[in-house]
T-cell receptor, first 109, second 114 residues
Framework: DQQVKQNSPSLSVQEGRISILNCDYT??????FLWYKKYPAEGPTFLIS?????DKNEDGRFTVFLNKSAKHLSLHIVPSQPGDSAVYFC????????FGTGTSLTVIP | DTEVTQTPKHLVMGMTNKKSLKCEQH?????MYWYKQKAKKPPELMFV???????INESVPSRFSPECPNSSLLNLHLHALQPEDSALYLC?????????????FGDGTRLSIL
């Protein structure tokens, strides 16, 4: 049973606009959350993380929000750029890392 | 450039062959991982090594045999695989197994079983 879910398989956004990628999890014991970006024929690349003691972490154009009561994680990219087009995975750590199925983001120039 | 190097990038093998996947990192990480990923699915954990000792084996069939010769290297020995074992095999490393530090992934080995 999937403990981390990304319910949107794909998302298209205009260049310059905000991209919002969502992730839901089921286990309240997860204490560390990450977002990875993956280009075709490459492995996942770490993007940004957040500890369960925080509700927001920002790094440049990327911000991760954590809502523990809703067991929900989101990644905001603003402004979106064509180079951001990739598959984005969220992950959560319990006794191991659990990954979502990914959301394919396309940023349209 | 990825800091975790996996070889080979592609591997085609028959069901009776023996082959090995290799993974190398020089970041001083003490935890290393093997994942299996099928198309449109998330990576699934297979094995975790912590300080060169097997820490987690996620009930992986014995036709997959991991080996950690030293803190920089992780191998996955393959023998008598089945067609359903065809997948992308990802290696990752992190500073410690339970630290608040991300895993760094290699680009994977695309394995096809004939």
């Amino acid at each position: 049973d999937q403990q981390v879910k990304q319910n949107s398989p794909s998302l298209s956004v205009q260049e310059g606009r905000i991209s919002i990628l969502n992730c839901d999890y089921t286990n309240s014991m997860f204490d560390y959350f990450l977002w990875y970006k993956k280009y075709p024929a490459e492995g996942p690349t770490f993007l940004i993380s957040i500890s369960s003691i925080k509700d927001k972490n920002e790094d440049g154009r990327f911000t991760v929000f954590l809502n523990k009561s809703a067991k929900h994680l989101s990644l905001h990219i603003v402004p979106s750029q064509p180079g951001d087009s990739a598959v984005y995975f969220c992950a959560a750590r319990g006794n191991q890392f659990y990954f979502g199925t990914g959301t394919s983001l396309t940023v349209i120039p | 450039d990825t800091e975790v190097t996996q070889t080979p990038k592609h591997l085609v093998m028959g069901m009776t062959n023996k082959k090995s996947l290799k993974c190398e990192q020089h970041m001083g990480h003490r935890a290393m991982y093997w994942y299996k990923q099928k198309a449109k699915k998330p990576p699934e954990l297979m094995f975790v090594y912590s300080y060169e000792k097997l820490s987690i084996n996620e009930s992986v069939p014995s036709r997959f045999s991991p080996e950690c010769p030293n803190s920089s290297l992780l191998n996955l020995h393959l023998h008598a695989l089945q067609p359903e074992d065809s997948a992308l095999y990802l290696c990752a490393s992190s500073q410690e197994e339970q630290s608040n530090q991300p895993q760094h992934f290699g680009d994977g080995t695309r394995l096809s079983i004939l």
